[in-house]
């Protein structure tokens, strides 16, 4: 396929967006808002890729159904966060657009997951009409760091393609350590600190090497499923761009919303 059927004068922006707590997609709350204000001020695009904490796969997987289903992976949550569906169409050229993109794996054609709650949750508040295409991309759980620092170097061309490329995630995700009060522990709130300070210092090495940044990084990232997605969108952040941060909030004792754009 050539990737010229979608072209685009303008180079789209890449997020990556702090999901957190599935009920932030019924809730109204300062994440909430800052999603649905995010979705106002972005240009529209064509189409939509997403990289979600929630899909792990051996090998890299890429959905390709003409209409994805509103996937709810999580439990014991109020019925109304089940009752909740998000009808976006799927697109069958984006995911061979990004078949013919990523060369560092051989990226398989899926018809059975669909749109999981790192993706809905989000997209609800920021594109609530669910018209544009939306695809997803796997997270290869066998790979390292850099394995996926790297495929999200090889997505750029799609940025010219009019496809808005999300990575959904948390920099600080502990749920064995959680609590349930509106603030962050003292090592989520340093990590998390020290993970925007590098990000704005433009040192991706040390952000993919994150086991080197001390006990910190081992209590913020005891499985790296939710981190990873912030790897794809710095990996797509030209020399030239900035990175503006719309969420910075440590909460639940354990849980960054840190979400930034870059452009």
């Not at 800052?34 to 979705?39: D, L, Q, V």
């Given at each position: 396929m050539n990737i010229s059927h979608m072209s685009s004068e303008e180079k789209m922006p890449v997020l990556f967006v702090g999901h957190g707590s599935p009920m932030n997609a019924i809730e109204n709350n300062e994440f909430s808002r800052?999603?649905?204000?995010?979705?106002k001020i972005l240009p529209r695009p064509k189409a939509?890729?997403?990289?979600?904490?929630?899909?792990?796969?051996?090998?890299?997987?890429?959905?390709?159904?003409?209409?994805?289903?509103?996937?709810?992976d999580f439990g014991g949550f109020p019925p109304a966060l089940y009752e909740m569906q998000y009808p976006a169409p799927g697109s069958l050229?984006?995911?061979?657009?990004?078949?013919?993109?990523?060369?560092?794996a051989d990226v398989r054609l899926d018809?059975?997951?669909?749109?999981?709650?790192?993706?809905?949750s989000i997209l609800c508040k920021m594109f609530p009409k669910a018209d544009i295409p939306v695809v997803q991309l796997s997270l290869d759980q066998s790979k390292e760091a850099s394995f996926h620092y790297l495929l999200g170097k090889e997505l750029k061309p799609l940025r010219n393609q009019g496809v808005l490329i999300i990575g959904s995630g948390n920099i600080v995700h502990n749920l064995p350590m959680m609590s349930w009060k509106d603030e962050g522990y003292d090592w989520a709130i340093e990590f998390d600190e020290t993970i925007k300070r590098l990000i704005l210092a433009g040192d991706h090495e040390?952000?993919?090497?994150?086991?080197?940044?001390?006990e910190t990084s081992l209590l913020s990232?005891?499985?790296?499923?939710?981190?990873?997605?912030?790897?794809?969108?710095?990996?797509?952040?030209?020399?030239h761009e900035q990175v503006r941060f719309f969420t910075d909030k440590v909460?639940?004792?354990?849980?960054?919303?840190?979400s930034l754009w870059v452009e």
């Open positions: 800052a999603w649905i204000e995010t979705g939509i890729l997403s990289i979600s904490a929630h899909w792990e796969t051996n090998g890299t997987g890429v959905t390709a159904m003409d209409a994805p289903k509103t996937i709810h050229d984006l995911a061979d657009m990004i078949r013919e993109v990523i060369i560092s018809q059975k997951w669909g749109l999981d709650h790192g993706t809905w040390a952000i993919i090497n994150y086991e080197n940044l001390g990232i005891p499985t790296n499923e939710h981190y990873l997605p912030l790897l794809y969108i710095l990996a797509l952040q030209d020399r909460t639940l004792g354990s849980i960054s919303m840190r």
